[in-house]
């Protein structure tokens, strides 16, 4: 009896369970076209799986019990197989693949193939937090993802330190973050209904509807005891009605920064182990109105307010440093009677934060009050402005008992320039300047050089070198044609694939720089606007 009760719990019970679990079934990728089209995937192959695992068992309790033994010297019945059945099931197995193979391909086609895109958005992980860059609006940088909805949205997706992946479930987006490289990703957000804002994407999809489903009686209580009834109700935003099995240690205080805007919150994480603080790397993906969005851009770049260091030191460097700074040894140092506290060291103090393990008091390994450290630091000059690197330091120089005194946000002006770094933001309507362009484009260069080689020299034949090329050097608008559309043209001695048809400006800017002041060359660099205008003359 006990067999039997344990048997119908496995089969019945279980897969309630299973589905009352956050992120199983429905709840995932519903609030996208292309998220629903993955999910309608996952679904229609779950379902031929469920039909083939039936078919098998029934017919395996059928066998078992037709052609069992009944006396004590019975010899079971020898069947040395039947052709009919067998021709019959494999050809029943090669349908079934290429169903499910066309289905694939046409949903691959639906969401890896890159639409025309409204918006591009650069996520750059690092240990152990979310940047998101904005090239089209001045290089903008902001811990959330904000987007307007109804919008192709393309993410280019890169890591500072480690391996990291960024998930957002509902949108049906997952990519992996990687240094040294962009992976590209997109997505359309349904967000807030606005009827006079909507535009239809141009993109057609075999888009699903959201489903509403009926959950067995207990997996609507364990499904209860996991998710937060008031879920966006109430002014609390859907991460804050998660976050209760997103991360028991999330602290989330007040509601929701986005609450004055109409907009639609998702949530965001990475789902690569990155290290200790990998547990906490949550942001929000906002959905907006276009008005909203606008607004909302207005409202980033004209914040006003004295930056509040002790709040961007809690979500910025408590996760390495201890709330307390009292450091996470033998990998993250107190900042406790340190010696960049110390007033002489106010300069090296400022240097540490804008470079981070770049800094020339970092390299190797450092002692710091009698213990080595050698672990990898995040720079924060292209996350903070001067006002903010200023308020972090001053924080971190007066509190704990620590007696250094304050920096200003010039100190931190006149280091970041002695350093070579840009300013903050990087970009916009000012010139970038060519320091930063060329380290840039050296990056985007890593996918050429295997054809036309690092130093801009060929060793395959009938590539072109780009050192001393005349196009590169005299027709901009024609090395742009080539490496973005690909052609087979006498100039370059050959054919050229197209090579940077997702770069945003920003990139393709750099990498033109990086092509032309490299190797020998010695041509003005290219601004991502000017690579934008000349793009665009192209497609005309």
Not at 187 to 204: I, L, S
Not at 423 to 448: E, H, M, S, V, W
Request: charge should be neutral.
């Amino acid at each position: 009896m006990l067999m039997r009760t344990l048997a119908f719990l496995s089969l019945f019970l279980l897969p309630a369970i299973a589905f009352a679990i956050p992120g199983s079934g429905d709840f995932i990728s519903t609030e996208s076209p292309s998220g629903r089209a993955i999910s309608g995937l996952y679904d229609e192959v779950v379902l031929i799986c469920w039909v083939i695992l039936i078919l098998v068992e029934v017919l395996l309790v059928v066998a078992i019990v037709k052609f069992r033994r009944t006396k004590a010297n019975q010899n079971p019945v020898q069947n040395h197989g039947n052709m009919n059945l067998e021709i019959g099931w494999t050809l029943a197995v090669v349908v079934v693949q290429i169903y499910i193979a066309i289905i694939t391909l046409d949903v691959m086609d639906q969401t890896e193939v890159m639409p025309e895109t409204q918006i591009t958005v650069e996520a750059i992980a690092y240990q152990w937090g979310w940047q998101f860059k904005y090239p089209d609006y001045d290089n903008m940088i902001t811990d959330d993802l904000v987007v307007p909805a109804h919008v192709n949205v393309k993410l280019e997706v890169t890591s500072k330190d480690v391996i990291h992946s960024i998930f957002i479930p509902e949108l049906g987006v997952k990519i992996d973050a990687v240094p040294g490289r962009y992976n590209y990703w997109w997505f359309n957000a349904d967000g807030p209904v606005n009827q006079v804002e909507y535009k239809a994407p141009k993109r057609k999809f075999v888009d699903h509807a959201p489903r509403v489903t009926t959950r067995p009686p207990i997996a609507s209580e364990i499904n209860d005891w996991f998710k937060d009834k008031s879920d966006r109700r109430e002014g609390v935003s859907g991460l804050e009605g998660r976050v209760k099995y997103l991360a028991q240690s999330r602290k989330v205080d007040g509601p929701s920064p986005y609450m004055k805007y109409s907009a639609v919150e998702y949530r965001g994480m990475c789902t690569e182990l990155c290290g200790k603080g990998h547990y906490n790397m949550y942001f929000r993906t906002v959905a907006m109105t276009e008005t909203s969005f606008q607004q909302w851009v207005f409202d980033q770049k004209n914040k006003g307010g004295e930056a509040d260091g002790k709040a961007l030191y809690g979500a910025k460097c408590a996760s390495c440093h201890g709330a307390e700074g009292k450091g996470t040894p033998p990998t993250f140092p107190p900042l406790i009677g340190t010696n960049w506290m110390k007033k002489e060291n106010a300069e090296k103090h400022i240097e540490v934060v804008l470079s981070g393990s770049g800094a020339e008091s970092l390299k190797g390994t450092t002692k710091i009050l009698g213990s080595d450290y050698s672990g990898v630091m995040a720079a924060w000059n292209d996350a903070f402005n001067d006002e903010e690197i200023a308020a972090i330091v001053n924080h971190e120089r007066t509190s704990w008992g620590n007696d250094g005194g304050k920096v200003t946000a010039k100190d931190v002006q006149k280091k970041r320039d002695a350093l070579g770094l840009p300013p903050f933001p990087a970009g916009g309507a000012t010139p970038i300047p060519d320091a930063t362009l060329l380290a840039n484009g050296r990056k985007q260069y890593n996918a050429c050089s295997s054809c036309h080689g690092i130093a801009g020299v060929s060793s395959i034949s009938g590539v072109p070198n780009l050192k001393g090329n005349p196009t590169v050097l005299a027709d901009t608008k024609k090395t742009i044609s080539i490496i973005t559309k690909g052609v087979d043209t006498p100039q370059f001695n050959g054919s050229c694939p197209p090579m940077a048809t997702s770069l945003n400006a920003h990139n393709l800017g750099s990498l033109l720089t990086y092509i032309r002041k490299s190797f020998g060359n010695d041509r003005p660099a290219v601004q991502p606007s000017e690579a934008r205008r000349l793009r665009n003359e192209l497609e005309k």
